[in-house]
């Protein structure tokens, strides 16, 4: 799909209407308290913990819309993230990491859950006027690893920078303070996780600490030092004209409208972003050092695509740029460095953290460990993961991706596209009419793996009304010409 000038001339007239992270700032919030608050709906069973506890802190850090191949660890030759550089030298890097989907809500819903978007039904959402609506709640059927952790014994803490994943949609349950923040910058983040410091240096027993960064979700903006360190050949009307965009539309117009100047310009502001949320992370440690001692795993929700299949943004396919994802696993002060090529999902998450926690493995969870308490990775054999979008009408999607394949399953158009990532790992090829017998295989594979995972009932929060959803289909953020650039 291209966009059009139609396109982006309708969304110059929207007005007043705001639409999941629209906002020309990223200062807007959603559902943000003033000071953290007690999480709702815990669990009262506290598991006793053995007399001697050895187990460990964990920090659970992930980055809204990071893109694996934007960092020098994956081979990016921009050093845009230096202290998560530091990170991973002393961690377990995982090359194959693959989202459930290419948006936020069902991923981190998959990675609290450790199910599927089938299974735990949060796969849709939008944002109007500062609320967020038609976003399903998570089943309190479903356990997450925060709960857990915290029925083990953990003292459960949060603080996220995206509006979508509060306390309303069931996102905070099994903390014991949870506090969304919006959808704000990284320094925001960090006043919000200066107020938790004292009482997590304090707390007794284990920690585990969520904290989950909005940058360098679009809009994207100039941050210097950064942006001229990483386009040396910038010129001064560029770095001006840079600094002054605040808004995700003349962003992507620059990037639609000017070419291969363009994209370099939009992702240089991208990598800034990038380089932005690193520096605060690193202030996260100093201010907080016994971090250091912490277990650490770092991920993504999911990528972000610059024209590489005709588009910009996520939540519209799912391409490598938009599912593939970082993930590391670092233990407490840093261990040997290590990497695997196993294939992973992020709803590897719970099992694996309940694995290095010590704890039961909850049998609804449809990922598995990834990685031992020595550091090593658990090789188990041949593996397929899934990914899946149903969000808007007309971008219904699912992929199938084993050892070598990719199949993608567009439901809304019955077509399928197949990909082998070993010679073609941008999928640039696809070679569905060619390899028909694995296409047909792949696609049976992926039919039969998505019957089974049965849906638990979920609620839907928010309704929109009838004018505000007409203007949303003629942006085509519902309809057949669905242009969604969300979260």
Same mark, same amino acid.
């Given at each position: 799909?291209q &966009?059009?000038?139609?396109?982006?001339?309708?969304?110059?007239?929207?007005?007043?209407?705001?639409?999941?992270?629209? #906002?020309?700032?990223?200062?807007?919030?959603? #559902?943000?308290?003033?000071?953290?608050?007690?999480?709702?709906?815990?669990?009262?069973n506290?598991?006793?913990?053995?007399?001697?506890?050895?187990?460990?802190?964990?920090?659970?850090?992930?980055? $809204?819309t990071?893109?694996?191949?934007?960092?020098?660890?994956?081979?990016?030759?921009?050093?845009?993230?230096?202290?998560?550089?530091?990170?991973?030298?002393?961690?377990?890097?995982? $090359?194959?990491?693959?989202?459930?989907?290419?948006?936020?809500?069902?991923?981190?819903?998959?990675?609290?859950?450790?199910?599927?978007?089938?299974?735990?039904?949060?796969?849709?959402?939008?944002?109007?006027?500062?609320?967020?609506?038609?976003?399903?709640?998570?089943?309190?059927?479903?356990?997450?690893?925060?709960?857990?952790?915290?029925?083990?014994?953990?003292?459960?803490?949060?603080?996220v920078? #995206?509006?979508?994943?509060?306390?309303?949609?069931?996102?905070?349950?099994?903390?014991?303070?949870?506090?969304?923040i919006?959808?704000?910058?990284a320094?925001?983040?960090?006043?919000?996780?200066?107020?938790?410091?004292?009482?997590?240096?304090?707390?007794?027993?284990?920690? &585990?600490l969520?904290?989950?960064?909005?940058?360098?979700?679009?809009?994207?903006?100039?941050?210097?030092?950064?942006?001229?360190?990483?386009?040396?050949?910038?010129?001064e009307?560029?770095?001006n004209?840079l600094?002054?965009?605040?808004?995700?539309?003349?962003?992507?117009?620059?990037?639609?409208?000017?070419?291969?100047?363009?994209?370099?310009?939009?992702?240089?502001?991208?990598?800034?972003?990038i380089a932005?949320?690193?520096?605060?992370?690193?202030?996260?440690?100093?201010?907080?050092?016994?971090?250091?001692?912490?277990?650490?795993?770092?991920?993504? $929700?999911?990528g972000?695509?610059y024209?590489?299949?005709?588009?910009?943004?996520?939540?519209?396919?799912?391409?490598?740029?938009?599912?593939?994802?970082?993930?590391?696993?670092?233990?407490?002060?840093?261990?040997?460095?290590?990497?695997?090529?196993?294939?992973?999902?992020?709803?590897?998450?719970?099992?694996?953290?309940?694995?290095?926690?010590?704890?039961?493995?909850?049998?609804?969870?449809?990922?598995?460990?990834?990685?031992?308490?020595?550091?090593?990775?658990?090789?188990?054999?041949?593996?397929?993961?899934?990914?899946?979008?149903?969000?808007?009408?007309?971008?219904?999607?699912?992929?199938?991706?084993?050892?070598?394949?990719?199949?993608?399953?567009?439901?809304?158009?019955?077509?399928?596209?197949?990909?082998?990532?070993l010679?073609?790992?941008?999928?640039?090829?696809?070679?569905?009419?060619?390899?028909?017998?694995?296409?047909?295989?792949?696609?049976?594979?992926?039919?039969?793996?998505?019957?089974?995972?049965?849906?638990?009932?979920?609620t839907?929060?928010?309704?929109?009304?009838?004018?505000?959803?007409?203007?949303?289909?003629?942006?085509?953020?519902?309809?057949?010409?669905?242009? #969604?650039?969300?979260?």
């Open positions: 799909m &966009f059009s000038g139609g396109f982006l001339s309708l969304l110059a007239l929207a007005g007043g209407l705001w639409l999941s992270g629209c #906002n020309s700032e990223k200062a807007a919030q959603v #559902n943000t308290p003033k000071t953290p608050q007690p999480a709702a709906e815990m669990r009262p506290i598991q006793s913990p053995p007399e001697e506890d050895s187990r460990p802190d964990i920090l659970l850090l992930t980055i $809204d990071l893109r694996q191949e934007n960092l020098s660890f994956y081979g990016y030759t921009v050093e845009n993230a230096p202290f998560l550089s530091s990170l991973a030298a002393g961690a377990t890097i995982f $090359d194959r990491a693959y989202s459930t989907s290419s948006w936020t809500v069902p991923a981190v819903a998959s990675m609290l859950t450790g199910v599927y978007p089938s299974t735990h039904g949060a796969i849709h959402g939008v944002v109007l006027k500062g609320k967020v609506v038609q976003q399903e709640v998570l089943p309190a059927s479903l356990p997450t690893i925060a709960e857990k952790l915290h029925a083990a014994g953990y003292r459960t803490y949060a603080v920078a #995206n509006g979508h994943i509060d306390a309303s949609h069931g996102f905070a349950r099994g903390f014991d303070t949870f506090d969304c919006g959808f704000v910058p320094d925001t983040a960090g006043a919000a996780l200066d107020r938790l410091s004292e009482g997590i240096a304090n707390t007794e027993g284990p920690v &585990f969520w904290v989950h960064y909005f940058d360098p979700h679009q809009p994207c903006f100039a941050h210097e030092p950064w942006l001229s360190r990483f386009r040396a050949d910038l010129t009307a560029e770095r004209r600094a002054a965009m605040r808004d995700r539309k003349s962003i992507w117009e620059m990037i639609l409208k000017e070419g291969r100047r363009g994209r370099e310009l939009g992702m240089a502001m991208y990598d800034s972003e932005y949320c690193d520096q605060y992370i690193g202030d996260l440690f100093k201010k907080m050092p016994f971090l250091d001692q912490f277990l650490i795993m770092v991920t993504a $929700d999911h972000d695509e024209l590489e299949h005709g588009d910009l943004g996520h939540g519209f396919n799912l391409y490598e740029e938009t599912v593939k994802i970082p993930f590391f696993v670092r233990p407490p002060g840093g261990g040997e460095a290590r990497r695997s090529d196993r294939l992973m999902s992020i709803l590897d998450v719970p099992p694996t953290l309940a694995a290095l926690a010590g704890i039961t493995v909850d049998d609804q969870w449809q990922g598995r460990a990834v990685i031992g308490v020595d550091g090593d990775p658990l090789l188990e054999g041949r593996r397929e993961v899934l990914a899946e979008l149903d969000r808007f009408k007309g971008y219904s999607q699912s992929a199938i991706i084993t050892e070598r394949w990719k199949l993608i399953w567009n439901r809304s158009r019955g077509s399928v596209e197949l990909y082998d990532l010679s073609d790992p941008m999928e640039g090829k696809d070679t569905s009419a060619s390899a028909t017998k694995k296409s047909a295989s792949l696609f049976e594979d992926l039919r039969w793996r998505l019957s089974e995972l049965r849906q638990t009932g979920v839907t929060t928010g309704a929109v009304d009838p004018d505000r959803l007409e203007a949303l289909r003629m942006l085509g953020y519902v309809g057949e010409q669905n242009e #969604n650039i969300d979260h």
